[in-house]
Each structure stands twice: as C-alpha cells, then as structure tokens.
C-alpha cells in the first residue's frame, strides 16, 4: 500500500485513537517524536508501547472514559505520550499554560473536574499552592528532570535507563505509573472511543471575563484534520517543531493531532524562545507562528540584508514591487520580474536555506492581524507567509490561505466543510462540524454562542471580498466608536504602527468616545537595547530607556510612518512609551499574546487620560 492510501485510512479514522493505531500499523519504525539531538527518540511502536504502559497506570489510578485529565508539562516527548495515554482511556486530557497563577490553575482544574493531573517538577510548587481549592483532585503525577530528559521505562519495553521524575509528599511519580500494570489491555479501552466524545478542553483566554471551557469532541478534530489535508497535502515524511503552548488548539491540532494522522515526525522545543535556532536543525515541512515572531524575524532580516550592499537592496525593492503587483492582478514588467529572480537566485534561496524554511510547503500565521509590510516581505523573499483563521471553538480552523493562492491582507476562503456568512452587523458565523460541541459547564454561554440553526457567533466583524477570501476587520467588542460617531479597528491600526518600525514590541491604541486616538506603545525587549546601545545607552533597562530621547525619537519615527497608511481619522495623535514590559499571562497579555484591553485601561487610566488633557 502506498503513502497515499495510508495517510487515507488514518484521515477517514473516526477518532483520534483508531488513527493513532492506524498510523503505529503503517509506520512503526518511523520516529514519532524526538528532541532536537535525539537523546530521545521514539518511534511510533515505541510511542505506542509508552502510551500504552502509561494508560496502564492511569487505569489503575481510576482514570476511565469520560474523566478529564490535567496536563501541566512544556514541549517535551512526555506531553504526547500523556495526552495520548489519557486519550487512549477514553479520558480528555487538557493543559493548562505554564504562566498560569495557582488562583487560575484552581479554576481551570475545577471546571474540568479532574481527579487526576500530570506536571512538571518546575510547575509543581504553584500547582501545589493551587490544590487547596480543588478537593476532587486526588492524584498528581510528577514528571522531574530537565525537558525531554526522559528516557523509556524499562517496564515499557523500550529502553534500559528510568525517566528521572521525583515526587513530593502526597505525589506520584510518573515512573511509577508507567508500567504498573504490565498486563494491561489498551485495545478494548481505545475502540471504546465514540466520535462524540470528548477528545480535550481548550480554556478560552478570558480577555473579558473568566475562561471557557470549549469541548472539542473526536467529530470535530478530525474534521479539521480533513481541512488540513485538503489544504496542504503533506508529503510522506512530514517533519514539525512542538513549541507553543499545549493550551492553545494551534499546538495541539498543528503538532499532535496532525502528526498524529500524517505520520510526522515532531521534534519537541522546550525553550520557544529558542525556536528560530530550531529551524536550520529540523527543517520542517509546516511552520506556522504567531505575528510577532515573524515580525522579529523580518526586523533581525532586514538588518542583515542592509549591509549586504546596493544590489541586495535592488534586488529586495524588486522582489516586493513584483509581489505588491501580482497581488493586485496586475502585469510584471520584464525589468523587475528579472531582478527579483536574480535575487532570488544569488541571495533569496540561501536565505531560506539558512533559516530553514527551504523544505516548508506551507508557512503560515494567525491568532492576530499581521502587519502587511511583514507579509510582503516574506513573499519577496520566497517564503509565501499566509494568514489563517479560526477559534478554539471551531478546532483552530475555519479559513485559510491556499499555498498556491495567497491573497495578502485576508484570512483565505472558507476550509473545507466550513460554511461561512456575515450577520446583519457584518459578525461571521460559521457552521459545520469543526464547530465545538459546547462549553463546558456553561449551556446558557453555548445557546449564545451557537444559535439554534447551527451558526457559531464569532464575535469578528469580517467582509468577503470578490473572490470570497474572507477579510478579518476586528473583534466585534473592541471596535472603537469615536467622539464623533466613526467605527475604527484598533487592531487594524495597531497592525499599521508596529509594521513600521522594529522599537515597538506592543502597542494598545486607545480611542472610544474619545475625540482623537491615542496609543500605549511597549519597547521591544529585544531591539530596543540594541537600538540603545548603538545610541551609546549600553546596559539599560528597558524602564530607563523609557525615557530617553532617543529612544522617544525612534518610537515617534516609527508611529509617523505608521500613521502614513492610516486615514487620518486612524492615526495616533499622542503616545505614551509604558516602563517595562508587557509579558504572556501578565496584567496586559493573555499567554496566547491577545490584549487585555479592559485591565490596561483601567491600569493606566492616569496616563491615559494624561494624553487627552
């Protein structure tokens, strides 16, 4: 049978566990998952065998079809033995983001009503401080060493060395759960699995208000694997990086559950700041990230290729006029069409050789607007950067660019089986079976969310353009209204700005009811020292560098050519540089990077109101 028939049978699997079967029966010696210098390496029978062992354990412990599982763990192979263990028992395993409180794990962990949880030593002391609240929780099982430290189980059967987990009082630690039942039947257990039930929780990251729970059954994720592969198609031997959050359906769905069907190998990332070091190394066959790591990877580019002479900046100027005129369906001329392929020829393809995305088919970015200018300038460098969109409620799918199709400043059309329409207020809903079956807990949220036709309520305001690629305009709740009665997109605009220069890490403009628009703007942790040091401001803090001159004038510069792409109903009249930085799961960002806009406003009131005075 061939790799086309066999990636067929695991994407028409019913559930995710007959796929995961499928997929040991066809490729069982082909490496599943790994670290990045292979000090570990499974391949999908020894993934199966560790699976397996470790569903053993969780058996015994109680863990059984329809309970819900707790994962606290980084991007490290014992995350997808874990979920796939759980899994395998017809449980729902969930994680929870590394940043998380103890106020935020309690919660979460309640709602799921775990009895169960599995968490890395370095997460253990808040998840402790977490447990007081949750009197249902009545195992922890603890994964120690460094990430990806662990070896099989010997009582696995494929390996000699013991994971080097370690428990405290009250624990359990994870190499004594794998394998303690070496006679355990995984198979009656797995073929259980029904397509309506739940295959994980995806906690929704609350920027107005507690997080949900979205239940997404086994239905629904195989339909978004389908959407993928009609998409993409990925070839036989398919290689992805593991290193976003697990919380987040972009991780789960384009580093497990994909991998899962298509056989792929996933070599795991522990650290995500690491992960342009990755690239080279794996190569991958998909990358997908969110803006702001393409944005700092244009910036880093871009300085490079100013010192590579006059003819790499021909060279750049004619790939992005080719690019700026193909997507507005206009001609080439000769003349630029043969200074972007030798370009392309003698710089370009080094280029994506060196930041290893030479073998990526597909690359491709969402959860936020993306600056045009970013989106522009990986095309000119043969790198097809494409937006997507989707919600956890609907598996992290729902639009998409083709590879092949790019429409640059839309999301794509709508994916396979996805039905899409816009309200009378311009709202996208959509409809099919990648839609959740609920939120957990919360029937009243759910009747509000999807109506009794079947339409998920979005929450974006979105336009369909002549072709009908869809094109995200914002959130439907953060749309400013103006002093004077005029509808703007504070996400669009912010989009705008940050595009304009490499100084501004975050920014958060402000503007309802007001008469003008105004903007807190956060330094880039990264370029905004180096920018100081080239200043002679060596050695300061991002707090000191607040107050610079410079550094002001650099921000100012940047907001000026920002407001050039704006109406001038758009444009950020006042800034005000903010002391520090805004982190994942901060005051200001959800872990996912979203904008708390309420919570900054109300915590930057005075210097808010400072500007409109």
């Keep these: 049978m061939g790799i086309v028939e066999q990636a067929r049978r695991a ?12 997929t040991v029966e066809e490729h069982a010696d082909r490496v599943a998952v790994r670290t990045k210098d292979d000090e570990v390496s499974l391949t999908w029978a020894q993934l199966r065998d ?14 059984g079809r ?5 994962l606290m763990l980084g991007n490290r192979p014992e995350f997808h033995i874990a979920d796939l263990a759980a899994m395998t028992l017809g449980a729902a395993p969930f994680s929870i983001y590394q940043t998380f409180t103890p106020d935020q794990i309690a919660f979460i962990v309640g709602d799921a009503g775990a009895r169960v949880a599995i968490v890395e030593e370095q997460y253990l002391e808040r998840f402790q401080a977490a447990r007081a609240s949750l009197p249902a929780l ?60 739940v295959l994980t929780l995806i906690y929704t990251s609350g920027t107005t208000g507690p997080p949900k729970g979205v239940q997404l059954v086994h239905r629904n994720i195989m339909a978004a694997v389908r959407v993928a592969d009609d998409v993409i198609r990925f070839p036989d031997g398919s290689k992805v990086i593991s290193w976003l959050p697990a919380a987040h359906v972009a991780e789960r769905n384009a580093h497990h559950y994909l991998p899962i069907v298509f056989a792929m190998t996933v070599t795991c990332c522990p650290n995500p700041r690491e992960i342009v070091a990755y690239l080279p190394a794996v190569k991958p066959t998909w990358f997908f990230a969110v803006p702001r790591i393409f944005e700092k990877l244009k910036a880093g580019l871009e300085g490079h290729l100013s010192t590579q002479g006059e003819a790499t900046v021909a060279w750049l100027a004619a790939a992005r006029r080719k690019v700026e005129l193909e997507q507005a369906g206009e001609p080439v001329p000769d003349d630029v069409a043969a200074s972007a392929a030798e370009g392309d020829e003698k710089l370009f393809a080094g280029l994506r050789a060196m930041l290893g995305l030479d073998e990526a ?15 522009v300038f990986f095309h000119a460098i043969g790198i097809p950067l494409s937006e997507l969109w989707g919600m956890s409620e609907t598996c992290g799918v729902g639009a998409v660019n083709p590879p092949e199709r790019v429409r640059i400043g839309t999301v794509g059309p709508p994916s396979l089986g996805v039905e899409m329409r816009l309200a009378d207020d311009g709202e996208l809903l959509v409809r099919g079976d990648v839609v959740m079956a609920g939120y957990r807990n919360q029937p ?27 094109k ?17 997109s504070p996400a669009n605009i912010e989009s705008a700005i940050k595009g304009a220069g490499p100084i501004i890490g975050h920014i958060a403009v402000i503007g309802d009811a007001r008469p003008y628009n105004t903007a807190l703007v956060v330094l880039d942790s990264d370029f ?23 550094v002001r004038g650099a921000v100012e510069a940047a907001v000026g050519k920002g407001n050039e792409e704006l109406a001038r109903v758009e444009q950020i009249k006042k800034f005000t540089i903010v002391r520090g930085d805004w982190l994942p799961g901060g005051d200001e960002l959800t872990p996912t990077m979203k904008l708390k806009r309420k919570p900054i406003a109300e915590k930057y009131a005075p210097e808010i109101e400072a500007m409109y005075s």
Excluded: C
């Design 361 to 375: 088919i597909s690359i491709n970015v969402g959860a936020a607007p993306t600056p045009r200018d970013v989106l």
């Design 50 to 63: 560790r699976v397996d062992a470790l569903a053993g354990g969780l058996a015994g412990l109680g863990v």
């Design 138 to 197: 009545e195992r922890v099982i603890v994964v120690g060493g460094a990430r990806g430290d662990a070896q099989p189980a010997s009582s696995a059967g494929t390996g000699d060395t013991q994971p080097t987990s370690s428990a405290g009082t009250g624990d359990t630690a994870w190499d004594d759960v794998e394998g303690a039942d070496p006679g355990f039947d995984a198979e009656p257990h797995w073929r259980a699995v029904g397509p309506e039930d």
């Design 444 to 470: 009243e949220k759910t009747a509000e969310a999807i109506d009794a036709e079947g339409w998920l309520h979005s929450g974006d305001i979105a336009e369909f353009d002549d072709e009908g690629y869809v």
């Design 528 to 550: 905004a020292p180096a920018f100081a040091a080239q200043q002679g401001l060596e050695g300061r803090s991002l707090e000191d560098l607040a107050g610079e001159d410079a």
């Design 11 to 22: 994407v028409g699997a019913r559930t995710m566990t007959e796929a995961f079967r499928l």
């Design 472 to 488: 995200i305009v914002d959130r439907k709740k953060e749309i400013i209204i103006n002093a004077a009665g005029k509808n703007l």
């Design 66 to 70: 329809g309970d819900t599982v707790a």
